[in-house]
């Protein structure tokens, strides 16, 4: 699936069988990595095609897809990616850090649709303020 959503739409052949040929290799290494205790930041390509602005989210459903808990896939979206962009006051929930928040339906520790998809998010609070 992952290798072949776009096909249709513009991107040249050579790129779409390359993808499909590693596709699988590539969820599989992910997984081995995170089984052996790596730790991944969650990133982004928002903004190259097909891969729009306020969808990145979708990334956490692929993490879970592979194996990671959805807690797991939470934190490396959050503390992890912020370690990685050394912004340590971002990220996590405590005193001294800044107030960034996503308040959505549901637990998404127990059902990661709950952050990664638009319909379940509630509220965005960026720096304290409600936007």
Not at 53 to 80: F, K, Q, W
Not at 82 to 89: F, G, I, K, N
Request: hydrophobic residues 40%.
């Amino acid at each position: 699936m992952w290798g072949s959503l776009h096909a249709d739409q513009g991107i040249p052949a050579y790129a779409v069988e390359k993808s499909q040929r590693v596709a699988e290799r590539h969820r599989t290494s992910v997984k081995m990595y995170y089984d052996a205790g790596g730790r991944i930041a969650m990133g982004t390509d928002a903004g190259t095609p097909f891969n729009r602005h306020g969808e990145n989210a979708l990334e956490l459903e692929y993490m879970v897809d592979i194996g990671m808990s959805p807690l797991d896939a939470l934190v490396s979206g959050t503390s992890i990616a912020a370690d990685l962009l050394h912004e340590s006051e971002r990220g996590r929930i405590q005193s001294g850090c800044f107030a960034d928040l996503l308040v959505v339906n549901g637990d998404p520790s127990e059902a990661i649709t709950m952050a990664s998809r638009k319909e379940n998010h509630r509220l965005v609070v960026k720096n304290g303020v409600a936007i």
